[in-house]
Nanobody, 123 residues
Framework: QVQLVESGGGLVQAGASLRLSCAAS????????MAWFRQAPGKEREFVAA????????YYTDSVKGRFTISRDNAKNTVYLQMNSLKPEDTAVYYC????????????????WGQGTQITVSS
């Protein structure tokens, strides 16, 4: 099992940058594919980005390509989401998720979730 704890959320103005972190427990972090999802009020939880266990493969939803970067440091059991040029429509609770075997983009494919961190982008 793995436990996930997100941090780094906050209130920012449009155009600003933030970096989210997700710290994972356990000694097998590198075997997990990691992802970020987000959920805006009244909307479904949606995929944002994912990264393979070794960090060599990444995948992004179209709306964040070129603005967000997912990365990981397996020595620190941590995955990051660097968010640049933030827009009001990025406002949501951001969740870190983990799964093994393959990279995936559907929320139902992920077994482990953090508690979420709120990002609010004002215009």
């Amino acid at each position: 099992q793995v436990q996930l704890v997100e941090s780094g959320g906050g209130l920012v103005q449009a155009g600003a940058s933030l970096r989210l972190s997700c710290a994972a427990s356990g000694r097998t972090f590198s075997t997990y594919y990691m992802a970020w999802f987000r959920q805006a009020p009244g909307k479904e939880r949606e995929f944002v980005a994912a990264i393979s266990g070794g960090g060599g493969s990444t995948y992004y939803t179209d709306s964040v390509k070129g603005r967000f970067t997912i990365s990981r440091d397996n020595a620190k059991n941590t995955v990051y989401l660097q968010m640049n040029s933030l827009k009001p429509e990025d406002t949501a609770v951001y969740y870190c998720a983990a799964r093994q075997l393959t990279l995936a983009t559907r929320k139902n494919d992920y077994n482990y979730w953090g508690q979420g961190t709120q990002i609010t982008v004002s215009s």
